[in-house]
């Protein structure tokens, strides 16, 4: 108490000079929608993984400062998804009540864009899937009225999450097929490990109303697909471990899997997809793919040397970037200009446009440790 | 941040010289998927396969047991236990051994042998932080997850935070 007799005192009897004050408490806001370069970097936190971090990040930005436009949190490798037709972006995470031991709590929640605020959560069954950060963990259906959680117990299942109305709906067993592709209105994909696909169709509550399996398409273990398919169009392209393309349409009621092509051409011998995020498109619907020489049994998490730039109308390879460091991940922007963004094997931020696949920059020192996965902001 | 400097020098092995060497193993899933042979597993290993009744000497080794270019640890990923307190069969103390695991099938260089490797990971703890080692012979996508090391494996255990992994040896594989 004497302490703030005096403190007022102080001020009481300190001259101020003849400017106007700052306003204190004030908070920054991001816009609704993003520049177009702006990229959101996950860091999986490794090495404490209870205190993930999404960076949002200017790409364009030489100024290390300015470029760090705020963050918002993940707990417990979190998995992430971005919603197109509403500010907002969904984080899974795993919550103990006392830190890494206690009750478990898994919750969906929803941050906002403006204020990169949680404006909302669902609490899902304990079971989400503790995994690498990776895409198609979460996605959205149904015009984004639907969200789908990919649990992993190690039996699987989806979580389905009525987002409007932020409400848990239940959950759908996947025996045998792991994580989660959108189809076309309320229904979703996972990928077996029989190397077949299964499709299910939910009904007006979020329930299981019907289920059907393509056949065995795939050599799981001889050469299997990857995970980290890219989606144009509503057609999920696969990349395998060996080098081919594997398409599967998931506009209709049912999966129609399409004609394999190969990543190769003359003279690729030994070139495989490899890495965290071996994946991305851009908004003119090409397929970015991470690529390294000198293959081998077990390279396919090996970070890559190029990216290559495949038309899948045409099936063809339309470009080819160099990175100037191997990479093990990639993402792009959404725009008609877009930059690739690359996860270095320093766990820096490597920026390239892909017009002129020129190097552009490196975005370090944005509090990124373990920068896993890299998302162009919708 | 040694585990980085590894992954660079790992990675310019490999994207320069190649490991051509290491083609020979291509298809050890299908030597897997024959009998695996003695050995005796002290915990218990859920789904994968079990060895058989029949116990085997334990297979002679050489190497530092803590470097990730231990034969052991052809499909790792994560932290090794033995640089966290534990060994490269036992948890660190306080921890807890899932009783849920992947599994790889690695080469052992002193008898040319192939053997099964039960990855168990110690849970309970925040990450070791220590030995990072990712080597990836034999493992496969997440829809595969007996044979898949991006799974955080802790599962069955009181908690779920990932601390280290270990490396043990269930039995021998059979050859085709």
Request: charged share 20%; proline share 6%; net charge negative.
């Amino acid at each position: 108490m004497k302490k703030l007799i005096f403190l007022t005192l102080l001020f009481a009897s300190t001259a101020f000079g003849q400017i106007q004050p700052e306003p204190a408490g004030v908070i920054q806001t991001l816009p609704e929608s993003w520049p177009p370069h702006w990229i959101i970097v996950q860091d999986g936190a490794f090495f404490h993984m209870n205190s993930g971090k999404f960076i949002v990040v200017d790409a364009d930005s030489d100024d290390p400062a300015t470029r760090f436009k705020g963050m918002f949190n993940g707990t417990f490798i979190p998995q992430f998804f971005q919603a197109e037709s509403r500010p907002e972006m969904y984080v899974t995470e795993t919550f103990y009540s006392r830190g890494t031991r206690g009750v478990r709590t898994d919750v969906l929640t929803i941050w906002d864009k403006q204020t990169l605020s949680p404006v909302a959560e669902v609490v899902l069954p304990p079971k989400r899937a503790s995994q690498m950060p990776m895409n198609y963990h979460i996605q959205l259906v149904d015009d984004e009225k639907l969200a789908l959680v990919y649990n992993f117990t190690p039996a699987t299942s989806v979580s389905v999450i009525d987002i409007v109305n932020r409400t848990f709906l239940g959950e759908v067993p996947t025996p045998g097929c792991s994580l989660v592709f959108p189809m076309a209105g309320r229904a979703f994909a996972s990928i077996c490990t029989d190397g077949s696909m299964l499709s299910v169709q939910l009904d007006e509550d979020g329930q299981q109303a019907s289920t059907a399996r393509t056949d065995v398409f795939f050599d799981a273990n001889n050469d299997p697909l990857m995970e980290k398919a890219a989606m144009v169009d509503g057609v999920a392209y696969f990349p395998t471990f060996l080098g081919r393309m594997v398409p599967v349409d998931m506009r209709g009621e049912s999966l129609e899997v399409g004609d394999t092509w190969s990543l190769l051409g003359a003279g690729d011998d030994g070139w495989r997809p490899g890495g965290l995020a071996v994946t991305g498109t851009d908004g003119a619907g090409r397929i970015y793919v991470l690529m390294h020489p000198d293959g081998y049994e077990g390279s396919h998490k090996d970070p890559g040397a190029e990216v290559w730039v495949f038309d899948p109308a045409t099936r063809q390879r339309v470009d080819r970037i160099a990175l100037q460091l191997p990479a093990i991940s990639i993402g792009l922007t959404r725009d008609d200009n877009p930059l690739l963004v690359a996860t270095n094997i320093n766990l820096e931020v490597d920026v390239y446009d892909v017009a002129s696949g020129e190097f552009q920059r490196t975005l370090s020192d944005i509090g990124a440790e373990t920068p896993f996965l890299l998302h162009g902001a919708n | 941040m040694n585990w980085l400097d590894k992954w660079l020098d790992r990675s310019v092995e490999k994207t320069t010289r190649g490991l051509a060497q290491r083609t020979s193993r291509r298809g050890f899933l299908g030597k897997f998927a024959g009998a695996v042979i003695g050995g005796a597993a002290t915990v218990p290993l859920l789904p994968v396969a079990r060895s058989q009744e029949a116990a085997t000497p334990a297979p002679l080794e050489e190497g530092d047991a803590n470097s990730c270019d231990y034969w052991r640890y052809c499909a790792i990923d994560g932290f090794l236990c033995g640089c966290c307190g534990g060994s490269m069969n036992s948890c660190p103390p306080g921890t807890e051994m899932s009783p849920i695991t992947w599994i790889g099938t690695c080469e052992n260089p002193v008898d040319g042998q192939n053997y099964i490797i039960s990855y168990n990971d110690c849970c309970g703890k925040a990450s070791c932080g220590n030995c990072l080692c990712q080597r990836n012979e034999g493992d496969r996508p997440v829809y595969n997850p007996r044979v898949a090391n991006d799974l955080n494996w802790c599962l069955g255990t009181t908690s779920a935070a990932y601390h280290c992994s270990t490396a043990i040896v269930i039995g021998a594989a059979l050859d085709d």
